[in-house]
């Protein structure tokens, strides 16, 4: 324990580590997560620097997903430019508009140069007031939008009106968008918005964490637990594993909800 400049130890039956993730410390991030250290804006306090997970290690424990990141630039609302299309720099879709913004994020993190850009029609867009994803401009016809953007004109031209044939009767075989959101994209002339690491504002946090068992025991590489070590939170893997499959506020559910099965179990209750 720490008062001030006060220094003192506590022997304890059971530890709970409750200590935040590793976005705060550079050398981590550098080693696990390179690209967080890159072009984003750490989501995290100043204690999110990683000591809970080196104190569980030092005691045996094991580290998981430590190579996810989570990573967002929502480029809605307004929730209308959930109706354009997602390309990458080769001028094809790979993700479902829709989707909730970080697990867009992830799906661009994996294209080519991790670049990709929101096309959006004149019966459609609708600037934010807060743009995180800037805007790049504006084109009369697709010859000239391809040519902007950089990508080849006949894969962006054959994307496009795949999706405006299908969207016309509501439907997205390729991803699923969901009729609400999937309305053809046939008006010019067209803008586009920058959805490219290192052009729109990315934010993000680290995802790893000690492996743990329900009641929020550290388990040792070899999976077993160590008796009367727990951790919980951000600083422990539990049910936030990857930003594709993350949701808003999902490691304050794994703090709450696992850190009171740890608090519990720590105490003999359960």
Known sequence: WRRFEERGAIRA???????????????????????????LFPLAS????????????????????????????PFY?????????????????FVAE??????????VMEQPDSAAFLIVDSAHIEHPKMPLCPFIDGWETVE???????????????????????AANGVDPELDKAPEWTEPQDTGPWGAY????????????????????VEGEVRREDGSAIAGLYAAGACAANLAQDAKGYASGMQ?????????????HAAGLD
């Open 13 to 39: 039956k059971a530890v709970i580590l409750a200590a935040g993730g590793f976005v705060g410390n550079a050398d981590m991030v550098a080693e696990h997560t390179p690209r967080l250290g890159e072009k």
């Open 46 to 73: 100043t204690y999110d620097d990683g000591l809970g997970l080196r104190l569980g290690a030092s005691a045996g424990g094991r580290w998981r997903f430590m190579d996810e990141p989570f990573q967002t630039a």
């Open 77 to 93: 609302p307004p929730s209308i430019l959930l109706t354009g299309i997602i390309v990458n720099k080769h001028g094809k879709r």
């Open 98 to 107: 829709d989707s909730y913004h970080a697990r867009t994020a992830a799906f």
């Open 144 to 166: 000239e939008m391809a040519a902007g953007l950089g990508v080849p004109f006949d894969a962006l031209n054959a994307t496009l009106t795949s999706y405006n044939t299908h």
């Open 194 to 213: 920058d959805l490219s690491l290192g052009k729109a504002m990315y934010a993000g946090f680290t995802m790893g964490g000690l492996a743990t068992t």
């Open 252 to 264: 304050l559910g794994d703090g709450s909800y696992f850190g009171r099965r740890a608090g519990r």
